[in-house]
């Protein structure tokens, strides 16, 4: 992205950007909050897009020691924005040495996102993957991803007004923004225009106005590349008019630039003298030797590639324009050199600077015939070239659709194992796991534990059933945050939760059951109405029935009960049946079959009474 230039910003400390040879932002991390860690990340982010290759590679480590800092705090909105800083910074850079880094940035950063449930970030992971695969690999690679982008976000509405706020809008943003550059890359300037249209109305609905800048930047970059790829399969009125447009354009993103470098640092020089692609965008509309000048200019400040060519190309044919066909081949030739010597797939607007270099190097030799056999394949590759971009926008098209219809199948899947009234996974999903965990040859069994709630029917008594949802919602959140993410919690009907924990010793999962019990008893009189839990935890034996681990669990559970509750009580060796156990509604109707002893339909201390049922 190109930002204004500014004269002097305070960087609030950050000794990289004030010169050092290093950052020292990771060693201050621990005085700082999240906020303050994030805006260091984030300046140093933008600094090194300009910085010399030792400066960016500061950066790099600068952004690294953040995000290992913030990692010893836990999962977290920070956590996800570092890693997505990280990732993206390495795959700017172009270079392949960073791959390995790279996806196991953005698998991290994936795992957070699904773990959140984030719709807007999964696209964002999508399009970062897509970026990925566009410049290490080829077009094709990066289509899946793209399309799963397209997908995700055309289901994600607008927020209502009022909703949504300052974070959601330039998150939204940011990821269409960075959707945008891909289909850029992809020549699929078409879905390009859809996605760029909407990226400006989320900014103007709320984002600041360096986003909205950063938008209309891009979209002059849309017309420009669009008009260069209509040249090249002959449609050269309907270039003229993506010329006209980008021009335009650059006329609206020049306010916001004027208005942006008055706020930081007062009158500057025109935009069209300072901001790249406005200046490219002038001189491509009406080329000619006055602009030759502002584009030697632009062009000594141009970092990112794609500018480049463009400049590149402006310069060429203002240099024929005004009849210097020789000038014109040396704007192109030392681009042209740079290009032919990169490894890995070419720009798109590789392509169009290549063209373009032939062209003026016919000029330039207009002495030497031109062959009527290279001309008509040059005509028949390019015919080609458009055919093979337009089957990729069909699938893109097709691709984006079928990610639609799979994740509504998701969802409707997801629905099937899910409980209404807690959003937890409920009985059905619960079978599916434990016989997963189960049968799984893993060197540690898994740990099987049965929560159920201390006095919960005086709840639905006194208060309502209504009352006793909401006591049933609050504890099902909090046992979700209190217990490790790989840990499954199942409402299990009633008041009775399940909770399964992959390859845990016993003590372990007593040990972090206790601290759930422990989160679910301090939860506010008016949110839980002092309800506790009383749980019991077993082993699940490798290769037995299911119903035979929470048969132990339960017999477990109700040995909790009788000591008072509020406690976690490991099963003792009898607890688990040799085999299976026949399930007919709720565990304690079975019990008998374990054997231990009688009073087992009636809670401890409670008269013998019908199951609590309420949220079922």
């Not at 300037?189 to 209309?216: F, M």
Request: hydrophobic share 45%; net charge negative; proline share 6%.
């Amino acid at each position: 992205m190109t930002v204004p230039a500014v004269d002097r910003i305070e960087y609030d400390g950050c000794s990289l950007i004030a010169g050092a040879a290093e950052c020292g932002c990771p060693a201050d991390a621990p005085r700082l909050g999240d906020a303050g860690v994030e805006a260091r990340a984030r300046d140093m982010f933008i600094w090194q897009q300009k910085a010399p290759p030792a400066g960016r590679a500061a950066a790099r480590r600068g952004i690294d020691g953040l995000l290992a800092h913030a990692r010893t705090r836990g999962p977290s909105d920070l956590v996800a924005e570092l890693l997505r800083m990280s990732a993206l910074l390495r795959i700017m850079e172009e270079d392949p040495v960073h791959l390995g880094e790279i996806d196991t940035l953005l698998d991290a950063y994936a795992e957070l996102a699904e773990l959140d449930d984030d719709a807007c970030r999964l696209a964002e992971v999508a399009v970062l993957r897509a970026h990925r695969s566009a410049i290490f690999d080829h077009g094709d690679a990066a289509l899946p991803d793209t399309a799963a982008a397209l997908a995700i976000l055309a289901d994600i509405g607008d927020p209502e007004p009022g909703q949504g706020g300052l974070a959601w809008t330039q998150r939204m943003s940011r990821t269409l923004n960075g959707l945008l550059l891909v289909l850029l890359k992809l020549g699929a300037h078409e879905l390009a225009d859809e996605v760029s249209q909407r990226a400006v109305a989320v900014a103007e609905s709320g984002s600041g106005p360096i986003d909205r800048l950063i938008h209309q930047l891009n979209r002059v970059r849309l017309q420009l590349s669009w008009a260069l790829r209509l040249e090249r399969g002959g449609r050269e009125a309907a270039a003229a008019t993506r010329f006209v447009a980008a021009a335009q354009i650059a006329h609206i993103a020049a306010r916001l630039w004027t208005n942006a470098r008055e706020r930081h640092s007062g009158i500057g020089l025109p935009p069209v003298e300072d901001c790249i692609v406005v200046g490219a965008a002038y001189a491509m509309q009406h080329p000619g030797p006055q602009h030759l000048q502002r584009l030697d200019r632009l062009g000594r400040m141009a970092f990112l590639l794609d500018d480049r060519i463009l400049l590149a190309i402006a310069a060429a044919r203002c240099h024929m324009k005004g009849g210097s066909p020789f000038d014109a081949v040396r704007a192109l030739e030392p681009l042209r050199g740079e290009l032919l010597a990169r490894e890995g797939p070419e720009p798109l607007l590789a392509l169009a600077l290549h063209r373009e270099f032939a062209r003026v190097e016919g000029a330039a030799r207009a002495d030497v015939p031109r062959l009527p056999g290279l001309e008509h394949y040059a005509a028949a590759l390019e015919d080609e070239l458009w055919a093979l971009r337009e089957a990729r926008l069909l699938a893109l098209r097709s691709h984006s659709e079928h990610h639609r219809l799979t994740r509504e199948h998701g969802a409707v899947a997801a629905q099937a194992l899910q409980d209404p009234l807690t959003g937890l996974p409920n009985r059905r999903a619960l079978d599916l796991r434990l016989a997963e965990e189960m049968g799984a040859p893993t060197s540690q069994p898994c740990a099987v534990a049965l929560v159920d709630l201390d006095r919960f029917k005086d709840v639905n008594d006194a208060r309502s059933h209504a009352a006793g949802d909401r006591v049933l919602r609050a504890v099902a959140a909090c046992l979700r945050t209190a217990l490790r993410a790989p840990d499954m919690v199942a409402r299990y009907g009633g008041d009775e939760f399940v909770v399964v924990m992959p390859a845990t010793p016993l003590p372990v999962a007593r040990a972090a059951l206790l601290r759930a019990a422990e989160a679910v008893a301090s939860l506010p009189e008016d949110v839980a109405a002092g309800v506790t839990m009383s749980v019991g935890v077993v082993r699940a034996p490798l290769d037995a029935d299911p119903s035979a681990a929470l048969a132990g669990a339960d017999a477990a559970m109700y040995r909790a009960k009788r000591q008072g509750g509020n406690t976690v009580v490991i099963g003792a060796s009898g607890d688990v049946p040799t085999g299976p156990v026949e399930r007919t509604g709720r565990l304690r109707r079975v019990m008998s079959q374990v054997g231990s002893g009688p009073g087992r339909s009636a809670r401890a201390g409670a008269p013998p009474g019908p199951p609590e049922t309420a949220g079922l």
